[in-house]
């Protein structure tokens, strides 16, 4: 049984094509959710073809902040050394009250808890180049841009997809995949497709936000200017490269209007003096705070903008973009490589879209808080925050941000024994430096666990160990944490690892004689004692690929060794034209 789905229709000429593409899954939009999943997936060894209706990357600076989890995820595709150049790392946001006063400067987790700067400014033009240029080393990913999907037809062991040139002039190329990917932003074409609703609300407030270069600033920390005559955002990036954000007051501009330069000088006058040629971008737009009613139908996924869309005023939309290809790309990679069944896929919605809605929240309730109108309001959230801060919990909670929400996993590819919120199933792992090898090398956790699953057993023996190995635990990497001033010794079969600057012992000191299960994605998955080994992997054979499957399939560590007789078999490539290098100009919404 198929189900067809055309959103434009395809002219008599173009049908005559049959010409077949070899790919594993078919990601569109070449974004930066886009770029990363292709990243991901091209990393653990999924031929992928990577598809943008627009001719290059976007030239829209629309975000703005990259955050120490979205490093990590470029960290596991080997990526996070290319994009350190292009952001300004560990910064702030302060935030300031009626009349402009200060409130609170906010960092955010001051140690690098997951082996990155908390919050880092970046141009999301700089980010785009980067990933597409990091793609020429990836031989299993083809990206091609100006080229759009016209169609796609599920079945129950692929996907039948159309794609051809964004303007119509060439033909349609018909072929399968055994995975779609919906990256292509707010008006994605995948989701119209799948029909598959949005719901939330569009807000009426009009916003101004204009992008500059030559601006004289010397801050690394961004401003949220609370005053709420005319509420402001202040975020300064690298190489002289500012953004200003001003809520309009009735009148003053049209959502999608470009605004009038002498509006813009106006505006930018308080902070600086301003040339027509060094405004990059400007323009006039409203927030929408929309979530999809589903992420996943049948072989298809929603990620990115094309899933949720939030008010910025939390700085997380392209970082739950990141999220959300995090979260998928190993599961696809398991389920491909033969390692894991359909069931698993199913998590991708159960674990992403209630933090997809907690983040929405957190970014609507910012909002309404931090840039409000009302002079009332305004000065009761002043002495609210001002009262805070004279408390230790109050001071902690603003200025590390702990208000974010986590990314707690409560129901998906976890196994919870109590179900008690202290309990670190289902958070992610941080990621400290460790000492690893016979000549004590410092490095980051991440880097001794590899790209699978991983088990950590904590002080436990060599029983211990044993038992664990019998249990049929989807562990490719084994790790003794050793804590106090042990030696870490390594044994066949698992390697080890030592604290280098106290924190490995302030993560794992309370766990002495359990073992961390780990996935690739690095949300702790169980923490067990050596005794409930098997309730463990009991409860993970739910995700065991096909019926009556007893135990599941070992995962091994790097690169995903696909079962291509599981997958729709592809005739031999044919020859594509590659884009392999971007240059910029205007690029549409993804």
Same mark, same amino acid.
């Given at each position: 049984?198929?189900?067809?789905?055309? &959103?434009?229709?395809?002219?008599?000429?173009?049908?005559? =094509?049959?010409?077949?593409?070899?790919?594993? %899954?078919?990601?569109?939009?070449?974004?930066?959710?886009?770029?990363?999943?292709?990243?991901?997936?091209? =990393?653990?060894?999924?031929?992928?073809?990577?598809?943008?209706?627009?001719?290059?990357?976007?030239?829209?600076?629309?975000?703005?902040?990259?955050?120490?989890?979205?490093?990590?995820?470029?960290?596991?595709?080997?990526?996070?050394?290319?994009?350190?150049?292009?952001?300004?790392?560990? +910064?702030?946001?302060?935030?300031?009250?009626?009349?402009?006063?200060?409130?609170?400067?906010?960092?955010?987790?001051?140690?690098?808890?997951?082996?990155?700067?908390?919050?880092?400014?970046? !141009?999301?033009?700089?980010?785009?180049?980067?990933?597409?240029?990091?793609?020429?080393?990836?031989?299993?990913?083809?990206?091609?841009?100006? *080229?759009?999907?016209?169609?796609?037809?599920?079945?129950?062991?692929? @996907?039948?997809?159309?794609?051809?040139?964004?303007?119509?002039?060439?033909?349609?190329?018909?072929?399968?995949?055994?995975?779609?990917?919906?990256?292509?932003?707010?008006?994605?074409? /995948?989701?119209?497709?799948?029909?598959?609703?949005?719901?939330?609300? =569009?807000?009426?407030? @009009?916003?101004?936000?204009?992008?500059? %270069?030559?601006?004289?600033?010397?801050?690394?920390?961004?401003?949220?200017l609370g005053d709420p005559s005319r509420p402001t955002?202040?975020?300064?990036?690298?190489?002289?490269?500012?953004?200003?954000?001003?809520?309009?007051?009735?009148?003053?501009?049209?959502?999608?209007?470009? &605004?009038?330069?002498?509006?813009?000088?106006?505006?930018?006058?308080?902070?600086?003096?301003?040339?027509?040629?060094?405004? #990059?971008?400007?323009? =006039?737009? +409203?927030?929408?705070?929309?979530? !999809?009613?589903?992420?996943?139908?049948?072989?298809?996924?929603?990620?990115?903008?094309?899933?949720?869309?939030?008010?910025?005023?939390?700085?997380?939309?392209?970082?739950?973009?990141?999220?959300?290809?995090?979260?998928?790309?190993?599961?696809?990679?398991?389920?491909?490589?033969?390692?894991?069944?359909?069931?698993?896929?199913?998590?991708?919605?159960?674990?992403?879209?209630?933090?997809?809605? !907690? @983040?929405?929240?957190?970014?609507?309730?910012?909002?309404?808080? %931090?840039?409000?109108?009302?002079?009332?309001?305004?000065?009761?959230?002043?002495?609210?925050?001002?009262?805070?801060?004279? +408390?230790?919990?109050?001071?902690?909670?603003?200025?590390?941000?702990?208000?974010?929400?986590? *990314?707690?996993?409560?129901?998906?590819?976890?196994?919870?024994?109590?179900?008690?919120?202290?309990?670190?199933?289902?958070?992610?792992?941080?990621?400290?430096? /460790?000492?690893?090898?016979?000549?004590?090398?410092? *490095?980051?956790?991440?880097?001794?666990?590899?790209?699978?699953?991983?088990l950590l057993g904590v002080g436990v023996t060599d029983?211990?160990?044993?038992?664990?190995?019998?249990?049929?635990?989807?562990?490719?990497?084994?790790?003794?944490? /050793?804590?106090?001033?042990?030696?870490?010794?390594?044994?066949?079969?698992?390697?080890? @690892?030592?604290? !280098?600057?106290?924190?490995?012992?302030?993560?794992?000191?309370?766990?002495?004689?359990?073992?961390?299960?780990?996935?690739?994605?690095?949300?702790?998955?169980?923490?067990?004692?050596?005794?409930?080994?098997?309730?463990?992997?009991?409860?993970?054979?739910?995700?065991?690929?096909? &019926?009556?499957?007893?135990?599941?399939v070992p995962v091994s560590d790097g690169p995903a060794?696909?079962?291509? #007789?599981?997958?729709?078999?592809?005739?031999?490539?044919?020859?594509?034209?590659?884009?392999?290098?971007?240059?910029?100009?205007?690029?549409?919404?993804?």
């Amino acid at each position: 049984m198929s189900n067809p789905q055309t &959103p434009h229709p395809e002219p008599e000429r173009r049908l005559a =094509s049959a010409t077949l593409v070899q790919a594993d %899954v078919l990601v569109v939009g070449a974004g930066p959710t886009g770029l990363t999943a292709a990243h991901l997936l091209g =990393s653990l060894g999924i031929r992928v073809l990577l598809v943008e209706r627009n001719p290059t990357t976007s030239n829209d600076a629309k975000a703005i902040s990259l955050d120490d989890e979205s490093l990590r995820t470029l960290q596991a595709a080997g990526i996070d050394g290319a994009v350190y150049p292009i952001i300004v790392p560990g +910064t702030g946001t302060k935030y300031y009250g009626v009349g402009n006063r200060p409130l609170v400067h906010a960092r955010g987790l001051g140690d690098q808890r997951f082996g990155h700067p908390f919050k880092n400014p970046f !141009a999301q033009p700089d980010l785009e180049r980067v990933l597409v240029e990091e793609l020429r080393g990836r031989p299993d990913v083809e990206t091609r841009f100006h *080229t759009r999907l016209f169609s796609l037809e599920q079945h129950s062991d692929r @996907v039948r997809v159309g794609v051809g040139p964004s303007d119509g002039t060439g033909p349609v190329e018909h072929f399968d995949v055994s995975y779609v990917l919906g990256c292509d932003g707010g008006r994605s074409t /995948v989701r119209e497709l799948l029909s598959i609703p949005m719901r939330g609300r =569009s807000f009426p407030d @009009v916003w101004l936000v204009a992008d500059t %270069v030559g601006d004289p600033h010397d801050q690394r920390y961004g401003m949220h200017l609370g005053d709420p005559s005319r509420p402001t955002v202040v975020v300064p990036g690298r190489d002289g490269r500012c953004r200003y954000e001003f809520l309009l007051h009735p009148g003053e501009g049209l959502p999608g209007d470009p &605004p009038p330069f002498e509006l813009v000088r106006d505006l930018l006058r308080p902070y600086r003096e301003i040339d027509p040629d060094q405004v #990059e971008r400007a323009v =006039s737009y +409203t927030f929408h705070a929309l979530l !999809a009613d589903r992420l996943r139908d049948g072989r298809c996924f929603l990620l990115g903008d094309a899933a949720h869309m939030m008010p910025p005023f939390a700085g997380q939309g392209l970082n739950s973009g990141v999220r959300d290809a995090a979260n998928l790309c190993w599961k696809l990679a398991d389920v491909l490589a033969g390692r894991a069944g359909d069931t698993l896929l199913d998590t991708y919605d159960t674990e992403r879209r209630p933090h997809a809605q !907690a @983040v929405i929240d957190l970014s609507v309730r910012l909002g309404r808080i %931090v840039m409000t109108t009302s002079r009332s309001r305004a000065r009761l959230r002043d002495l609210l925050v001002r009262t805070a801060m004279h +408390t230790p919990q109050g001071r902690r909670y603003l200025t590390e941000m702990r208000y974010r929400p986590n *990314t707690r996993v409560r129901s998906g590819a976890v196994v919870p024994f109590d179900g008690k919120n202290r309990s670190p199933v289902g958070t992610a792992l941080p990621q400290p430096s /460790v000492l690893h090898g016979p000549r004590l090398q410092v *490095t980051r956790l991440d880097h001794v666990l590899g790209r699978g699953w991983s088990l950590l057993g904590v002080g436990v023996t060599d029983a211990d160990w044993n038992t664990a190995a019998h249990a049929g635990l989807p562990a490719g990497k084994r790790v003794s944490v /050793v804590l106090g001033d042990r030696y870490p010794h390594e044994r066949p079969g698992r390697t080890a @690892v030592a604290d !280098a600057d106290g924190r490995l012992q302030a993560l794992f000191g309370g766990l002495e004689g359990r073992f961390v299960l780990v996935r690739p994605d690095r949300l702790i998955a169980a923490v067990f004692r050596p005794d409930q080994a098997e309730r463990v992997s009991h409860s993970l054979r739910r995700f065991a690929p096909g &019926p009556g499957r007893d135990v599941p399939v070992p995962v091994s560590d790097g690169p995903a060794q696909i079962d291509h #007789e599981a997958v729709p078999p592809r005739p031999a490539p044919v020859a594509h034209p590659v884009i392999k290098s971007a240059a910029k100009t205007q690029g549409g919404p993804r």
